[in-house]
């Protein structure tokens, strides 16, 4: 499956961003999602994930409450929606799936990947 991570962009401490990870597979279903972010020089690192049908969620406790994950299977894709965003969000942010009900926390955990994309929040 290919996925294609979108939505970053420049925003001010405190504002909000709505990612969208867009899948070419039509059985998008089938597939656990994560989105996983690495900062400048810091490895990357977990911060959500949705079960294939989106019963599930987990989330990094740095983004707990204050991030969403969603999916919407008839349209093959995944969502993280980001409010009260603060300069320590600024990352590359990746989305991944999983051939698995669900995927969990660990990047080894998921067999494709998208190619980022760049959120910075402002102070």
């Known amino acids: 499956v290919q996925l294609q991570a979108s939505g970053g962009g420049l925003v001010q401490a405190g504002g909000s961003l709505r990612l969208s990870c867009a899948a070419s597979?039509?059985?998008?279903?089938?597939?656990?999602v994560g989105w996983f972010r690495q900062a400048p020089g810091k490895e990357r690192e977990f911060v959500a994930a949705?079960?294939?049908?989106?019963?599930?969620?987990d989330y990094a406790d740095s983004v707990k409450g204050r991030f969403t994950i969603s999916r919407d299977n008839a349209k093959n894709t995944v969502y993280l929606q980001m409010n009260s965003l603060k300069p320590e969000d600024t990352a590359v942010y990746y989305c991944a799936a999983d051939h698995a009900v669900f995927g969990g926390r660990r990047d080894k955990g998921y067999d494709y990947w998208g190619q980022g994309t760049l959120v910075t929040v402002s102070s």
């Open positions: 949705i079960s294939w049908s989106g019963g599930i969620t």
């Open positions: 597979e039509r059985t998008f279903s089938s597939y656990a």
